[in-house]
């Protein structure tokens, strides 16, 4: 029997169908053509097998028995629930459900990490760790991890590795890549209504030290860094939420970047590998802690004058990126940038760079500064 790629919606098996078409007509839904539009079925029966393959196995592979019955009855499901509850990323029409339902029908499966944690898990696992351990134990490590109980899972991640762990991630995936010459970012700044506006690069720029008073998602109070935003709508959500006071009147500062940086690209991560593709790089469990790890550090907080313990953790991320990752990895970054929290479509960025750097004239040839091209009042 043959199978054509209308009878699926996942578009790595669509692509495997059309890349080993043989047949001129499918036999599930009865489709025909003058060229191949359908593989053999039993070609796409292997590669949905390595697909469930991906998180779930044939039970008889590990998991304990009781007599004639499964010790742990729950663990287990049939081909007909993974496929009808969506465990397996695809839907198929009705024959060609019918028919893989029948190839797989006497296999129970179970989790294949059921008694371990799943690669993504162990990443997931650490960073959780690491959190509550920055949050609630010890705010700073030393050399060899010291201060930080190592009362964990030994399959786990440790927090006094899961900088490095998360380094070898963003490394792998290609996630550091070069701000180009010229890119603009904008930085909105409120005042009160009849105060004279902040004005020239200094002022609309990173704050000076002695005015780096309150942390910020990636920055703890005192260590200024330059926040902007990709463009003029989320720079000002990003200060004044949906709703403006009557009595603050704000201020945008347009910047140019003079020199090429390299940022930590946070904001759009590449998808997550079809579990009916070959991952030759184990690269599908990287992506999937990934996705996650990029909703964290979007993740709307509530913003007051106080310290924020939601905050620590990203700023922790954030000193890493900026002193260590380039011991690790050979080649320094200059920033982050991720989605924004006030605004789901719009994207922001932190940039190490301090308000001497924030120009109205270029100082320097090579200089990572960042050139004032014009402000601008929005009204209420």
Not at 9 to 25: C, G, H, P, T, Y
Not at 206 to 213: D, F, G, H, I, N
């Amino acid at each position: 029997m043959d199978v054509c790629d209308e009878c699926v919606d996942e578009e790595a098996l669509k692509e495997f169908i059309r890349d080993n078409a043989v047949s001129e007509s499918c036999d599930f839904c009865g489709r025909e053509s003058d060229e191949p539009i359908a593989c053999d079925f039993d070609d796409f029966k292997e590669v949905i097998a390595a697909g469930i393959a991906v998180d779930w196995t044939d039970a008889l592979n590990f998991m304990p028995r009781d007599g004639d019955h499964w010790a742990l009855e729950d663990a287990h499901r049939g081909i007909y629930d993974l496929l009808a509850d969506g465990e397996l990323d695809v839907e198929l029409n009705e024959a060609l459900f019918q028919r893989v339902v029948d190839e797989f029908i006497d296999i129970s499966y179970a989790p294949r990490y059921y008694f371990d944690l799943a690669p993504e898990e162990a990443l997931q696992y650490g960073w959780e760790a690491f959190v509550s351990q920055v949050s609630h134990r010890t705010r700073f490590f030393f050399a060899g991890g010291a201060g930080v109980e190592e009362d964990h899972d030994p399959r786990e991640i440790s927090p006094a590795d899961m900088m490095t762990a998360l380094g070898r991630v963003i490394a792998e995936r290609g996630r550091v890549r070069p701000l180009p010459v010229g890119t603009l970012l904008h930085r909105a700044r409120l005042h009160r209504r009849g105060d004279p506006p902040p004005a020239g690069a200094k002022q609309l720029g990173t704050p000076p030290v002695e005015s780096a008073r309150y942390s910020n998602r990636m920055s703890p109070n005192g260590i200024p860094m330059f926040y902007g935003s990709f463009d003029e709508a989320t720079a000002i959500l990003e200060i004044a939420g949906d709703g403006r006071n009557p009595q603050e009147d704000l201020t945008v500062g347009v910047f140019r970047t003079h020199a090429e940086m390299q940022i930590v690209d946070l904001v759009e991560p590449p998808p997550i590998l079809s579990r009916y593709l070959e991952d030759p790089d184990n690269a599908r469990p990287a992506l999937r802690f990934l996705h996650a790890f990029v909703e964290e550090v979007r993740r709307p907080i509530v913003q007051d004058e106080r310290e924020h313990l939601e905050y620590v953790p990203t700023q922790i991320v954030t000193e890493y990126f900026r002193h260590v990752y380039a011991r690790e990895h050979g080649h320094h970054v200059d920033g982050i940038s991720y989605r924004s929290a006030a605004n789901r479509e719009g994207a922001s960025i932190v940039l190490f760079v301090e308000n001497d750097d924030c120009v109205e004239v270029v100082l320097g040839a090579d200089a990572r500064q960042l050139v004032l091209e014009r402000q601008y009042s929005v009204l209420p």
